[in-house]
Nanobody, 123 residues
Framework: QVQLVESGGGLVQAGGSLRLSCVAS????????MGWFRQAPGKEREFVAA????????VYADSVKGRFTISRDNAKKSVYLQMNSLKPEDTAVYYC????????????????WGQGTQVTVSS
């Protein structure tokens, strides 16, 4: 089992930046693909970004490409999401997720989830 805890959310103005962190515990972290998803009120949870265990494969949703950067530090059992040029439509609860396998972009392919951290972007 893997436990995930997100942090770094908050309130920012449009155009600003935030850095989200996710710390994992449990089974070997480096064996897992890590992903970020987000969910706004009344909307489905959507894919944001994912990174493979060795960081050789990285995938971003079109909505965040060029603005967000996902990275990981296996020694620290952590994954990060650097968010720049934030827009009001980025407002959501952001979730860290993990799966034992290749990079995936759908919710049902991930096995473990954090509790989420709120990101609010004002205009």
């Amino acid at each position: 089992q893997v436990q995930l805890v997100e942090s770094g959310g908050g309130l920012v103005q449009a155009g600003g930046s935030l850095r989200l962190s996710c710390v994992a515990s449990g089974r070997t972290f480096s064996s897992y693909t890590m992903g970020w998803f987000r969910q706004a009120p009344g909307k489905e949870r959507e894919f944001v970004a994912a990174i493979s265990w060795a960081a050789r494969n990285i995938v971003y949703a079109d909505s965040v490409k060029g603005r967000f950067t996902i990275s990981r530090d296996n020694a620290k059992k952590s994954v990060y999401l650097q968010m720049n040029s934030l827009k009001p439509e980025d407002t959501a609860v952001y979730y860290c997720a993990a799966r034992l396998g290749v990079v995936a972009t759908t919710l049902n392919e991930y096995d473990y989830w954090g509790q989420g951290t709120q990101v609010t972007v004002s205009s």
